[in-house]
């Protein structure tokens, strides 16, 4: 049982890098290095987790060990399905739309480097937020030859990241209170928001299903 656990984190740990490099290498060189930094530093209950303990909203496949990782790997393909059928130019905001699908749910159990909660925290998304904002900051004081050494700029990488904390912030949509918690979540209020929101309510209907081969081989 080990050793296939162990695989099926393999596995979903290359779809999540490739869907990384393909995404953002070929013209957003330090997003790219500055989101493998991120997933390398996700902790190991991330590639384990349910996307949810009850089931009562998520497909089948986001359930049980690395539903979590199928679930954003899921809004992430949502979101460029959506982006393609929008009218509205959305593509100088698209790489950070991207990173927050990705990493929208990677506090889900709290602070990564931190003693994991037993359940999921409501204030995740705001959480969330926090890590990759404090991260990137982080990662552009450590990376100022690299930065200036691509096509890219650390103004741009700024962009994306400010798009992607915005997002993270409110892809809980209306859903923004609970009565377990006195934390009021943000909710969307710009194209950004909403759609990357919408990306996340649709990846967790039941009505979805995921296909490894997908993030291989995109129709």
Same mark, same amino acid.
């Given at each position: 049982?080990?050793?296939?656990?162990?695989?099926?984190?393999?596995?979903?740990?290359?779809?999540?890098?490739?869907?990384?490099?393909?995404?953002?290498?070929?013209?957003?060189?330090v997003?790219?290095? &500055? %989101?493998? $930094?991120?997933? /390398?530093?996700?902790?190991?209950?991330?590639?384990? =987790?349910?996307?949810?303990?009850?089931?009562k909203y998520?497909?089948?496949?986001?359930?049980?060990e690395?539903?979590?990782?199928?679930?954003?790997?899921?809004?992430?393909?949502?979101?460029?399905?959506?982006l393609?059928?929008?009218?509205?130019?959305?593509?100088?905001?698209?790489?950070?739309?991207?990173?927050?699908?990705?990493?929208?749910?990677c506090?889900?159990?709290?602070?990564?480097?931190?003693?994991?909660s037993?359940?999921?925290?409501?204030?995740h998304?705001?959480?969330?937020?926090?890590?990759?904002?404090d991260r990137?900051?982080? &990662? %552009?004081? $450590?990376?100022? /030859?690299?930065?200036?050494?691509?096509?890219?700029? =650390?103004d741009?990488?700024?962009?994306?990241?400010?798009?992607?904390?915005?997002?993270?912030?409110?892809?809980?949509?209306?859903w923004?209170?609970?009565?377990?918690?006195?934390?009021?979540l943000?909710?969307?209020?710009?194209?950004?928001?909403?759609?990357?929101?919408?990306?996340?309510?649709i990846?967790?209907?039941?009505?979805?299903?995921?296909?490894?081969?997908?993030?291989?081989?995109p129709?």
């Amino acid at each position: 049982m080990a050793v296939d656990g162990e695989k099926k984190h393999s596995d979903e740990k290359g779809l999540f890098k490739k869907v990384v490099v393909d995404e953002f290498g070929p013209t957003k060189p330090v997003l790219c290095k &500055f %989101a493998l $930094e991120i997933l /390398d530093s996700l902790p190991e209950w991330f590639w384990i =987790e349910p996307a949810s303990t009850t089931g009562k909203y998520h497909p089948r496949h986001e359930l049980g060990e690395g539903g979590l990782a199928r679930h954003s790997l899921m809004v992430y393909r949502w979101l460029k399905l959506l982006l393609e059928a929008n009218e509205q130019d959305m593509s100088e905001y698209a790489a950070g739309m991207a990173l927050a699908c990705l990493f929208h749910d990677c506090c889900k159990r709290g602070m990564p480097g931190k003693e994991p909660s037993e359940h999921t925290l409501f204030e995740h998304p705001i959480l969330a937020a926090k890590f990759i904002l404090d991260r990137a900051e982080r &990662f %552009a004081k $450590e990376n100022k /030859d690299f930065i200036e050494s691509t096509s890219d700029d =650390e103004d741009s990488f700024k962009h994306d990241i400010a798009v992607a904390v915005s997002a993270i912030e409110a892809h809980m949509g209306k859903w923004n209170t609970n009565k377990h918690s006195e934390v009021v979540l943000p909710k969307p209020k710009t194209p950004i928001q909403f759609m990357v929101h919408l990306a996340d309510y649709i990846a967790s209907r039941k009505c979805t299903s995921f296909d490894g081969e997908f993030f291989v081989n995109p129709c």
